[in-house]
Every structure is written in structure tokens, then in C-alpha cells.
């Protein structure tokens, strides 16, 4: 960097020596000179306060420095990776242990068991007087923890036509509407609501219609009642269910906890819901109480982890 003034001038020498503004050019020139020096001293020690940083002298910056530079060789470099790629493995590791506890070795859910079904009665039959109609026998049934009888119900329930070439199935069930006692049939492919007993299954033949098959002489009626003669004192076929593991085990060896999350009628103990059988992938549940419309909490949980 150049200064302001490279030649200082020079005093005349054809002038007197003692004439003051030929010192006073010379002069100038010699301080503008010397204070841009200055700045420039100034200016560098700057810039090197800043460069040690932390460090006492520059000298001690420097050597940080090439420490780490000497870092960043490609041994270094491959050990910083392997490091890395270590803890991200052993991370790896840690976070599938976590979800096999979570998802595997400890898994719970809840299941509901509908406890209702036939004393005696009840049986569906086909109309004949009134097309596309279905009669229920006069009987009695448990339902909601209590027994409950009904008359005779003719016509009660009616059949839809199947204009499609594929055969249709439905189901005839009964439901408490307050205190009234109705029978229903489901729509094609549909379940039995939560709060229905199943009496029956239907199959509804391709092109099976009022104009077609106004009596359902061409419809198969299947019994789907549980009987249950001596209810509540002795069940011949108890309500179940069967509980599948999301994600199987590779044995029986699990613990399994209950609790009776909801139910409907007399209360239930826990005893009465019983583990009937176990498998790697799932295990059933018996409900041996009064109690309906069963709503069981379950927790499954590995013995050898």
C-alpha cells in the first residue's frame, strides 16, 4: 500500500533557507505520512486481536489450526464415520427394542362380547300371506342381563329384492327399540348392529324379487340361534371371543390381564370371563356371567423377554 506522499518536497535552493512556507509544505507532507502509518498499524494489530481469538498469541491460534487440520486426513475422516455410523446403529438398536416392547412384547386393545341369545322359541319361518315376509315364533330370550318373552310375531320383518346375478346374504336379528321388541333384517352384506341377537342368516339367489319370488320359496334360511335352555344357571354354548395378536408371538408363553371395561345387567366378576386357549398369534375369551354387551380391556405381555 502506497503512502500518500512517496517523495517529500524538497526545499528550493534558490530560495532563502528561512522562508516559512517552503518548511510548512514539507512538513505536512512528512505528518499525513506518518499518520497514514500509523492507521495502517493500527488496522493490523485489529485484524490480529481477532485472528488468536481465545488464544493468548497468534502463534497459539496457529497451532489450533493445523491441529485440526490435521484432523480432516482421511484416517481421521474414516474414524469420525465409523464413529457416527456406530452410534447411529446402536440408536437404531435402542429404538427397535423400544418398539418391540411396545408393539410385541407388551400389546393390549380392548374386545367386546355380546352375551345374549335363545331360551326357547324364536324361530324364523317364511310368510304366507304377505310377500317377501318373515314370521318369529313366540319365545323367550336373555338379552341385557334379563329374560324377556315375546308373542307370536307374523309378517314382522321383510325381505329385499336382489335384482344383481350375485347371490346376497343378510341376517334377521332382534332389538329392544325401549321397550318394544322388534325383528329386522340387515342390509345385504351387513353385520348384526352391537345391539342385536342374531336369529338367522339369509340367502337371497341372483334376480330374486317381489315379481320373481313374491313367498321366498327360492330363499335359504339358516338358524343362527344360541339356545340356552337353563339360562343363567347353566350355559350349554357361552358367549366368546376370539382376541387376535396384532403381532404373534412365537409360542403360548404370555401373560394375559383383564379388566371389565363396560358390561350391561348384573355386574360381572373378573373371574367369570375366562382364558379358554392360547396360541402364538391369538388367544379366546369366555364370558361365564349374566352380564351383556361386554367391553374387556386386555393387556398380553411376554414372559421371556
Aim: proline share 6%; aromatic share 6%; with cysteine.
Amino acid at each position: 500500500m502506497a503512502l500518500p506522499h512517496q517523495q517529500i518536497t524538497k526545499i528550493p535552493d534558490n530560495e532563502p533557507d528561512a522562508v516559512p512556507s517552503l518548511w510548512n509544505v514539507r512538513y505536512e507532507e512528512i505528518d499525513e505520512n506518518f499518520e497514514n502509518l500509523d492507521s495502517r498499524v493500527e488496522n493490523i494489530e485489529g485484524e490480529i486481536t481477532t485472528a488468536r481469538g481465545e488464544n493468548p498469541t497468534l502463534n497459539g491460534r496457529l497451532n489450533n489450526i493445523e491441529v485440526n487440520l490435521q484432523g480432516l486426513n482421511p484416517d481421521a475422516q474414516n474414524m469420525v464415520v465409523a464413529t457416527i455410523k456406530k452410534a447411529l446403529d446402536s440408536a437404531g438398536l435402542a429404538n427397535r427394542e423400544i418398539q418391540k416392547t411396545l408393539k410385541v412384547r407388551i400389546q393390549q386393545g380392548e374386545i367386546f362380547i355380546p352375551n345374549r341369545g335363545v331360551i326357547n322359541g324364536l324361530a324364523v319361518s317364511k310368510s304366507s300371506n304377505a310377500t317377501r315376509n318373515l314370521n318369529v315364533s313366540a319365545g323367550r330370550f336373555f338379552m341385557f342381563g334379563q329374560q324377556w318373552s315375546i308373542k307370536e310375531m307374523n309378517n314382522t320383518a321383510s325381505v329385499g329384492s336382489n335384482p344383481t346375478d350375485i347371490t346376497q346374504v343378510c341376517y334377521v336379528y332382534l332389538h329392544i327399540d325401549g321397550s318394544t321388541v322388534k325383528i329386522d333384517c340387515s342390509e345385504f352384506g351387513a353385520n348384526v348392529p352391537d345391539d342385536g341377537l342374531i336369529l338367522a342368516q339369509l340367502s337371497i339367489p341372483p334376480n330374486n324379487t317381489e315379481a320373481t319370488d313374491p313367498y321366498l320359496n327360492n330363499i335359504t334360511i339358516t338358524d343362527m340361534r344360541r339356545i340356552e335352555p337353563t339360562w343363567p344357571n347353566i350355559l350349554q354354548s357361552p358367549a366368546y371371543a376370539i382376541v387376535p395378536l396384532k403381532y404373534p408371538f412365537l409360542s403360548s408363553d404370555y401373560a394375559i390381564r383383564l379388566e371389565i371395561a363396560e358390561y350391561a345387567g348384573p355386574k360381572p366378576s373378573i373371574d367369570e370371563i375366562i382364558v379358554e386357549s392360547k396360541a402364538g398369534n391369538g388367544f379366546t375369551l369366555v364370558a361365564g356371567c349374566m352380564a351383556d354387551s361386554l367391553k374387556i380391556n386386555y393387556l398380553v405381555v411376554q414372559n421371556t423377554i
